[in-house]
């Protein structure tokens, strides 16, 4: 398929960027940067609230939120409401599954949609996100989810197979593995996540799940008194040659880097 090519007017390039970097630094101003940002309706920051909720409380559910173009060409499209419905299910499923405020939750996918639902779902839920970059073999990932004492992973079935399997059993803190694409013979140990979210959202959801999923109770999207927690995400080192090293943030703003002992 051919795409129509975006062309942009100067004056459009010229706002993408910082024209004048020392100017801008001088005049920088957190409280500015603050002002910008809606926060919980209870006071307090989370990321997917500002990235998805506050834009469903001012009445654009309706308007495109994100466009994934597949290797085939495929497109699925997701407006506000549909990714604040996804995220919020994502949400549920991690507090029915005991994670709570703090725990570390990681994914090991490629650029899907699913990826996103996992990663907002996540800080709704108060726990810490961490993507694995998908193309790390076995004994990376296993040393950043060893020295981050992952709780929950989210996979694919293929990935899961290749990747985790061979040494899960040495993990003791890995709980959870929620699969994206889980076939109809998955890996012991393993849960189809689209079984969990009732698969109103995600596209391999299995008709079975279809009539429970109109009574599945949902997240609020701003639960009364939820707080980020002091780390809501963590990003770790690509090089796999090296120890990995973490660099935690939070919704506050402020970075935590943190190598390994």
Known sequence: MEWERIRKQPEERFGAGLP??????????????????????GGGLN????????????GRGDKLALRWIGRDDRIRDYSYSALGAATNRFANVLARHGVTKGDRVFSLLGRIPELYFAALGTLKNGSVFSPLFSAFGPEPIKARMSIGNAKVLVTSEAFYRRKIEPWRNELASLEHVFLTDSSAAPPSGTTDLAAATCGEVWPCCHERYAEKSRSMPQVPSARPGLRPPPMSRAFWSMVSSIPPYVLGTSSRYWWMRCPRQ
């Open 47 to 58: 990321i997917a609230h500002e990235a998805v909720d506050r834009h469903l409380r001012a």
């Open 20 to 41: 004048n970097y020392e100017e801008y630094v001088s005049a920088f101003s957190w409280t500015q940067a603050r002002a910008q940002l809606d926060g919980l309706p």
